[in-house]
């Protein structure tokens, strides 16, 4: 018999549904991994409960754009990504990377979802295309492990660059695959982890880095595979790759992108910061999704997406937080802020921008229409319960309470949440993730960094 929960008297549920409902002093009832009800004055015989007095309820916030390895590869000035160009900043940062082992993928994964967590974040998906001499194979199934132990709903993007240094790429040889290498994994972890069901926590999508690292039958051939396999596709694109591509093969990455079929309502791309507004037909016509990652692109002075242009146009948005060694940071809840921030910065000159509410819009139910789950993004009966509470009863909220749907965004709430819960199932609650012993995860996460990644790298050495 599924287990019950009940949320009772919440200050506001907001609800991100069609109808962009909020409910003011009203219940949540969950049963197992589900919503089963909201309204007032709900009860049910042997439910546990959560008094939601002064609490406002959203929907679990949806990442769909990271790169956890790199979370033990950050605040670091020594490689200062705002003051490098992209190709100083990969020549130097990819001497640390060579270096990870799978300890540094579990313990870098884990503390990445922690940070998920206590921001709000349910769904998480990673883009991990480190695979080193040390890693083999192993770094999606040590991250499985790792959303497992916390609870997390976990997405893996099964990355890989194939094209040699000789042949124009930028990533070291040794960590490079063959094309059938990539392959050959990417169906061994659908068969071990995809699960396509309703409430599923963990499914695999074939995401090959980027088309500038690749040969081009990597990405020909992972067409006919995902599809084949009923899994999504992910990559890099417009991210200063353009003019590389147009001199390879004498055309803009998205249309090469077209062309061999990489492209369609299963297939999201990363940044797109290069995007033409004559492209946006091509990607609303093709269902196509762009996750927008903020931060680094602030930190890195590139272009921010006009989202309400693209919005307009039919474009599918959706937010990520990007890897930590341009981001510094797994705060879901703090992209949110920055891209609401900066499209308010261009919003003179681009005729307006989309409001706070639209941006929460954006990282709820837009990732579960990015990621093809129909069952998150949203609080309504028949939804996974994957939600987050904020407590509205502190002296800094006083004064601001009066509009929920656009707390966030405005005020900048930031910090870390009140409760997270993820399938019907409380991960953190009021400081504490529930299940495990933070402080020893942190030290022994510590000790693999300083093992693994600190003491061998010069970059740290100022620091040691």
């Keep these: 018999m599924a287990s019950k929960l009940l949320i009772k008297n919440a200050r506001a549920i907001v609800t991100c549904d069609q109808s962009d409902h909020v409910y003011k002093d009203t219940d949540i009832l969950i049963e197992g991994p589900k919503i089963v009800a909201i309204g007032k004055g709900l009860s049910s015989e042997g439910a546990q409960v959560i008094d939601g007095t002064g609490k406002f309820v959203y929907p679990g916030l949806i990442n769909t754009h990271h790169h956890f390895f790199q979370t033990f590869v950050r605040n670091l000035i020594t490689i200062d990504y705002p003051n490098l160009t992209v190709m100083d900043w990969i020549h130097k940062i990819y001497q640390i990377f060579q270096c990870i082992d799978n300890d540094v993928i579990y313990y870098s994964t884990l503390t990445a979802f922690a940070d998920l967590i206590k921001h709000g974040c349910t769904t998480a998906f990673d883009h991990q295309y480190c695979y080193t001499k040390k890693t083999g194979k192993e770094p999606v199934d040590r991250q499985m492990a790792a959303a497992k132990l916390l609870g997390i709903r976990y997405h893996a993007g099964r990355g890989s660059n194939t094209l040699s240094q000789s042949q124009g790429s930028s990533i070291p040889d040794n960590m490079l695959e063959t094309t059938s290498e990539f392959l050959k994994d990417c169906e061994r972890l659908v068969r071990l982890y995809h699960d396509p069901g309703p409430y599923s926590m963990s499914q695999i999508v074939m995401a090959p880095c980027q088309p500038i690292n690749c040969l081009a039958d990597t990405f020909i051939d992972t067409v006919p595979a995902a599809r084949e396999m009923g899994v999504r596709m992910h990559t890099h694109l417009g991210e200063g790759e353009n003019e590389g591509i147009i001199a390879r093969y004498g055309k803009r990455t998205l249309e090469w992108c077209r062309d061999i079929g990489f492209i369609g309502e299963d297939v999201w791309y990363a940044h797109n910061w290069e995007v033409l507004p004559e492209e946006y037909s091509i990607l609303a016509e093709t269902k196509t999704g762009i996750s927008h990652c903020p931060t680094p692109a602030i930190l890195g002075g590139f272009p921010i997406l006009d989202m309400k242009a693209m919005q307009e146009a039919g474009v599918l948005l ?143 050495r100022m620091f040691l």
């Design 318 to 460: 959706s937010l990520g937080c990007d890897g930590s060694a341009t981001n510094d940071g797994s705060n879901l809840l703090d992209a949110l802020r920055a891209a609401y921030l900066m499209q308010s910065y261009h919003t003179k000159e681009r005729g307006g921008c989309v409001s706070a509410y639209d941006m929460l819009k954006i990282a709820t139910i837009n990732g579960a229409k990015t990621l093809g789950r129909p069952d998150l993004g949203s609080l309504e009966p028949e939804k996974a319960a994957d939600l987050f509470m904020i407590d509205s009863e502190t002296l800094e909220l006083a004064g601001a309470i009066h509009d929920p749907k656009n707390l966030l965004g405005r005020v900048g709430l930031t910090g870390n949440v009140w409760l997270t819960m993820i399938n019907g199932n409380v991960v953190y609650k009021d400081g504490i993730l529930t299940g495990v012993d933070e402080k020893k995860l942190a030290f022994e996460g510590e000790a693999v960094c300083n093992k693994v990644i600190r003491e061998p790298n010069e970059a740290f």
